[in-house]
């Protein structure tokens, strides 16, 4: 079992940047492909980036791929989020998630981001 703590969400400008942070914890952090989700408020969540165990290969949203960048670090146990060039569309709770061949995929709880002015 994976337990995801998100953490650096905010309130930032447009145009500001932030990073957030998802801390693994409860298994081996390597074996998990993991991903940004995000959700709007009366929207479905979102797929932002996804990142592969090794940290080799990752995936964007095509609405935030030059903007943001997704990268981990197998030895802190954590997977990172950096937000550049902020818009207030980009205001959502964005989710961390851990996922594995023949296993259940993991959430956590959500960090708030806001942009605005």
């Known amino acids: 079992q994976v337990k995801l703590v998100e953490s650096g969400g905010g309130l930032v400008q447009p145009g500001g940047s932030l990073r957030l942070s998802c801390a693994a914890s409860?298994?081996?952090?390597?074996?998990?492909?993991m991903s940004w989700y995000r959700q709007a408020p009366g929207k479905e969540r979102e797929l932002v980036a996804t990142?592969?165990?090794?940290?080799?290969?990752?995936h964007y949203a095509d609405s935030m791929k030059d903007r943001f960048t997704i990268s981990r670090d197998n030895v802190k146990n954590t997977v990172y989020l950096q937000m550049n060039s902020m818009k207030p569309e980009d205001t959502a709770v964005y989710y961390c998630?851990?996922?594995?061949?023949?296993?259940?995929?993991?959430w956590g709880k959500g960090t708030l981001v806001t942009v605005s002015s």
């Open positions: 998630k851990a996922a594995a061949m023949g296993s259940v995929d993991y």
């Open positions: 409860g298994s081996i952090f390597s074996t998990y492909t």
């Open positions: 990142i592969t165990r090794a940290g080799d290969d990752t």
